[in-house]
């Protein structure tokens, strides 16, 4: 358990709660995010929010631009290409390690649950012990995130999550593998399609 400081703590806090504002698209892309903002969607003081900001550029969730403070960074089609294609490389690496606890996803109503790009890793991340590639597999779920809308009307998410849990449940590394490497490349190639459908759900979400 982390027993740091009252300030590590709200730290922490701070970094987890506007990593998942981020994630769920509380600003939409573009859009300035001041300290203070920041502050506000978290409910701590500045201190600990400027301090998770700081990080949270530093992991590509945030573009700092000096002088003018973070904004939301703009998903295009260069952007999205390039992040399927370190998250196939991060599932041929997770699919690489060995398996320490056995991915339980099929007993609690997963069958029901749809898979996405960022997800999937997640789930391949919880049967490591690699803390690195959990961070990794995290990051790439929370920067991907918001073009799932867009990724739903391109592919077949129902389809696409069975076939994932059939394939967790049965152990079979060598078939993920072949899943992982087909799921990502269909993304990259449709790269410049899903980000100008990420772009007009994004529009008519703001109007």
């Known amino acids: 358990m982390f027993m740091g ?23 939409p892309e573009g859009q300035h995010v001041s300290v203070a903002r920041g502050a506000e969607s978290c409910k701590f003081s500045p201190t600990p929010a400027r301090e998770a900001m700081a990080r949270l550029a530093g992991e590509g969730l945030l573009d700092e631009r000096r002088g ?20 196939q490389s991060t599932a041929v690496s997770l699919l690489s390690e060995p398996v320490v606890l056995s991915a339980n996803v099929a ?9 996405d790009s960022g997800t999937i890793l997640v789930t391949l991340a919880g049967q490591t012990a690699n803390s690195l590639l959990c961070l990794i597999a ?5 920067r991907l995130a ?4 867009a990724e739903a009307t391109m592919f077949n998410p129902t389809a696409e999550s069975a076939e994932f849990l059939a394939l ?37 979400a703001t109007q």
Do not use: C, M
């Open 68 to 87: 003018l403070g973070y904004f939301v960074p703009r998903l295009g089609p260069v952007e999205l290409s390039e992040l399927y294609t370190v998250a």
């Open 168 to 204: 967790i449940a049965a152990g079979d590394r060598r078939l993920l593998q072949r899943f992982t490497n087909a799921y990502y490349s269909r993304r990259r190639k449709a790269a410049l399609e899903i980000a100008r459908r990420h772009d007009s759900l994004a529009r008519s």
């Open 107 to 115: 007993g609690n109503g997963a069958e029901e649950t749809l898979f």
């Open 5 to 27: 400081t009252s300030e590590d703590r709200a730290y922490l806090q701070a970094y987890k709660a506007i990593r998942q504002a981020l994630r769920e698209r509380y600003w």
């Open 146 to 149: 918001p073009v799932q809308p």
């Open 138 to 142: 995290a990051n790439l779920d929370a």
